[in-house]
């Protein structure tokens, strides 16, 4: 479970850290987890992007609804029905965590990351899941030292309002690779267009695809679980990471 307790704007947040083999300090890359919380999925994930060569801080960005453990689900996803009675409490904690929080937590993910011994240099990479991927978008918009952004079965990147996360990409100078999910109302055909049309708008590197599968689909430990598309976006997000951080 987490391995360290982050000072933030408004109180603390648990975080998982994964370190690269060989001990020597590397890249840095802030995970971003989906509405369910930090658990061992989210730590096993977060070891495998460690592995290839990274210092991986994945926090609980629900800090001030409780703990991991407190936010933990109280049954086994993967069984029928699990998820959908999970899902209603933990969207409202998604709800909650507004543009304007966001806003205060980001800088502070990013420099406790930044600030690690394990970590090299100042140029870091931002994967999200579900909701985590609007938060790397938004991410990349802040901090022009976000220089790859992997965003996978994200909801909601391209909305009417007024603080829609694709209009993030305007600022941001990284490069994105998205897999979203075939099947996801929250991500329709016509909002993956416009997010692929705002990132070349922004002369932006980026890859957009679709995975099939559900939304949710790199999440083991529930019943949206895709094995091919979890897959993919690994093989996606190393390319990423690849070519943008180990290359500096």
């Known amino acids: 479970m987490p391995t360290l307790t982050l000072t933030m704007p408004d109180g603390e ?17 802030l995970f971003v987890i989906d509405a369910i919380g930090l658990r061992p999925r989210i730590e ?11 210092t991986v801080l994945a926090p609980n960005v629900f800090h001030r609804d409780g703990t991991a453990a407190e936010l933990a689900p109280p049954t086994d996803l993967r069984e029928p029905g699990a998820r959908e009675a999970f899902m209603p409490g933990a969207m409202e904690r998604v709800k909650g965590l507004t543009t304007e929080l966001l806003a205060r937590d980001l800088p502070a993910y990013l420099s406790a990351l930044r600030s690690r011994p394990e970590t090299a240099g100042e140029d870091v990479g931002v994967t999200g899941y579900c909701m985590g991927a609007r938060i790397a978008v938004r991410a990349a918009g802040m901090d022009p030292h976000v220089v790859a952004v992997g965003g996978w079965h994200g909801g909601g990147l391209v909305t ?11 600022t941001a100078r990284a490069a994105f690779a998205f897999g979203h999910a075939s099947d996801d109302r929250s991500m329709p055909p016509e909002a993956v267009a416009a997010l692929g049309a705002a990132m070349a708008d922004a002369g932006l590197i980026a890859v957009n695809e679709v995975f099939p599968g559900p939304h949710g689909y790199s999440m083991a430990d529930t019943s949206m679980y895709d094995e ?7 093989e ?3 390319r990423l990471l690849g070519s943008t951080l180990a290359a500096r």
């Open 228 to 234: 091919e598309s979890t897959e993919r976006h690994f």
């Open 160 to 170: 009417d309002g007024p603080d829609s996360p694709h209009l993030a990409l305007a």
């Open 44 to 54: 096993e994930m977060a070891d495998r992007i460690a592995s290839w060569g990274y």
């Open 13 to 29: 947040a648990e975080a998982h850290l994964a370190t690269a083999p060989g001990g020597a300090p590397a890249p840095g890359v």
């Open 236 to 238: 996606s997000l190393r």
